[in-house]
């Protein structure tokens, strides 16, 4: 079981910035896929971004343009860089290992405490 720490969420108005950090209890270099997902209050779980350990990316249509996923492998975590901020982006942050980078199912049940991003004017 890989446990996951999602940090970097915070209060930002509408147009801001932020980036969120996860970090796997293993390598990164063990996970094929590594994907962000979030919830909003009384929706589901929902993708947000995936990426492959070769690189490949897969973005909701919701955030495609706005934010980037990225892997950094010095620092053993999967980042997301969140610009243009809307309020409906407003949701709870988590990460988790995907089955493929094409279906991004999440691999394990249990999920970290993830990250508050609110986003606010």
């Known amino acids: 079981q890989v446990q996951f720490v999602e940090s970097g969420g915070g209060l930002v108005q509408p147009g801001g910035s932020l980036r969120l950090s996860c970090a796997p209890s293993?390598?990164?270099?063990?996970?094929?896929?590594m994907g962000w997902y979030r919830q909003a209050p009384g929706k589901q779980r929902e993708l947000v971004a995936g990426?492959?350990?070769?690189?490949?990316?897969n973005y909701a249509d919701s955030v495609e343009g706005r934010f980037t996923i990225s892997r950094d492998n010095a620092k053993n975590t999967v980042n997301l860089q969140m610009n243009s901020l809307k309020p409906e982006d407003t949701a709870v942050y988590y990460c988790?290992?995907?089955?493929?980078?094409?279906?991004?199912?999440?691999?394990?049940?249990?999920w970290g405490q993830g990250t508050q991003v609110t986003v606010s004017s």
């Open positions: 988790n290992v995907a089955r493929t980078i094409a279906t991004m199912s999440p691999v394990f049940d249990s």
């Open positions: 293993v390598s990164i270099f063990s996970i094929y896929v």
């Open positions: 990426i492959s350990i070769g690189g490949a990316t």
